[in-house]
């Protein structure tokens, strides 16, 4: 497709259930991004992963979140044993090259994740 | 420590009147600048953005943002407000890592 695409758009899982998020970045972009924003929030980041790069975790709130890409293409962040706290709506961005400066990001229209 | 700041949470404006979004940043050097909005229930999208040169940036929708080093602000301005301008907007730097501000959110009276 033409822009970044997230599956599901929306989620509603228990406390404690595993989720997984997706994300279709734009085709031929290096660099995919994971942020995080919950209500009344800015932008949290969360992982960033740049061609065949080990990715920058940094973001990571816990050990319960993981991400991986496979193929350089499509990414899944998985929460396991979610918590109240992680309801809040995951957006992924791509970029044509990533790294310092300039590149801009598009993002995606989200997944919002309620936990219940 | 590196931060972005929107000072204002919430601005209402009327439908017409001028607008100006305010936006700090604390970092050493100058970083890579931008804008982005987002209307409810869609993804985030880039107004304008500053690598260097002119300090007045100019972006789509009508909306303009001017790079000032010595108040390290980026502010975004228009003119003339439209009812479809409604919407949050965000700050962000990149200086090796994006960082986002928390947001503006926008409210547009007829």
């Known amino acids: 497709g033409a822009g970044v695409s997230q599956s599901p758009s929306n989620k509603v899982t228990e406390k404690g259930k595993d989720v997984e998020l997706r994300c279709d970045p734009i085709?031929?972009?290096?660099?995919l991004y994971w942020y995080r924003q919950s209500l009344g929030q800015g932008l949290e980041f969360l992982i960033y992963?740049?061609?065949?790069?080990?990715?920058?975790k940094s973001g990571l709130p816990s050990d319960r979140f993981s991400a991986e890409r496979t193929g350089g293409s499509v990414s899944t962040l998985t929460i396991q044993r979610t918590q109240q706290e992680d309801s809040a709506v995951y957006l992924c961005?791509?970029?044509?090259?990533?790294?310092?400066?300039?590149?801009?990001?598009?993002f995606g229209p989200g997944t919002r994740l309620t936990v219940l | 420590a590196q931060s972005v700041t929107q000072p204002d949470i919430h601005i209402t404006v009327s439908e017409g009147a001028s607008l100006e979004l305010r936006c700090n940043y604390s970092?050493?050097?100058?970083?890579?600048l931008f804008w982005y909005v987002q209307s409810p229930g869609q993804g985030l999208q880039l107004l304008l953005k500053?690598?260097?040169?002119?300090?007045l940036v100019q972006g789509i929708k009508g909306f303009e943002a001017e790079f000032k080093r010595s108040q390290s602000s980026f502010n975004l301005r228009k003119p003339s407000v439209h009812w479809s301008d409604a919407a949050e907007y965000f700050c962000a730097v990149n200086n090796n890592d994006m960082r986002f501000g928390a947001g503006t959110r926008l409210t547009v009276k007829p």
């Open positions: 970092y050493g050097a100058t970083p890579y």
């Open positions: 961005a791509s970029s044509l090259a990533g790294g310092l400066g300039a590149d801009t990001q598009y």
């Open positions: 500053y690598f260097s040169g002119d300090t």
């Open positions: 085709s031929g972009h290096t660099a």
């Open positions: 992963f740049q061609g065949n790069s080990a990715p920058d």
